[in-house]
């Protein structure tokens, strides 16, 4: 007899969720339900490959990016708090919480430097 009472429960639960999954689907009709995970294989597919050259100390490093991410993501990940990402010496620097995603080629190499103190310094 017990054994028939676990099935029971298992069924009740079972059926539970397949309405309530069911009722949810129909309430929000005419919206867009959310997307499935994406696997690791897929999210590699989008990833773009970045070599983030450091002004002034010559090192490269290799960073991945997925869409989204931001020049402030990759600097900060990459610990370069005090710097600016650029595509060269004569573009402009992104602003940090600009997505770099879609203005990159993967492969590509991006420049780290420091903002460039502008001025003179008068002395009275």
Known sequence: MRAMHAE???????????????????????????????????????????????????????????????????LHQLSLNDYLLSKGANDPFFAAAESIYDKVNDGEKIFASTKAEVGITVCA
């Open 8 to 74: 029971t429960k298992k069924f009740s639960w079972s059926l539970f969720l397949r309405l309530f999954t069911g009722f949810a689907r129909f309430t929000v009709a005419g919206e867009e339900l959310p997307p499935k995970c994406k696997t690791n294989k897929e999210n590699e597919k989008h990833m773009k490959k970045l070599s983030v050259v450091v002004a002034g100390t010559g090192q490269i490093q290799d960073v991945q990016i997925q869409p989204g991410t931001t020049a402030g993501d990759v």
